[in-house]
């Protein structure tokens, strides 16, 4: 998701953010028809390589879930709410305590 500008009152920080079309991907759970075959490995590589993306500038999303996976108007995958995002120390491989997950979208591995 792209910045397009930035300014600041007395008060606030504000940010104009590029529009996406598309929306939250879990809006389309509910008003769509099930996604196609083709249309799911799409979002499942493009997320993949996103998320392979960030690994590989180690930083960890923190906060990944259907809300955060916004649609272009093109249908291409674009993450956001990088609030819960962790960076990591060249050789830290765990978080501990850092990430707060919602326990709808937490890997059952992780509890």
């Not at 923190?62 to 060249?90: C, R, W």
């Amino acid at each position: 998701m792209q910045q397009i500008q930035g300014f600041q009152d007395e008060q606030r920080l504000y940010f104009v953010m590029e529009y996406l079309h598309g929306g939250q991907i879990r809006n389309h759970f509910s008003t769509e028809k099930p996604f196609s075959e083709q249309q799911a490995k799409q979002y499942v590589a493009t997320i993949a390589m996103g998320i392979g993306y960030l690994h590989s500038q180690n930083i960890i999303h923190g906060h990944l879930k259907p809300g955060s996976i916004l649609l272009d108007q093109d249908g291409y995958v674009k993450l956001t709410s990088f609030n819960k995002a962790h960076m990591l120390e060249q050789d830290e491989f765990q978080v501990k305590d850092t990430l707060e997950s919602n326990l709808y979208y937490t890997a059952i591995e992780t509890l």
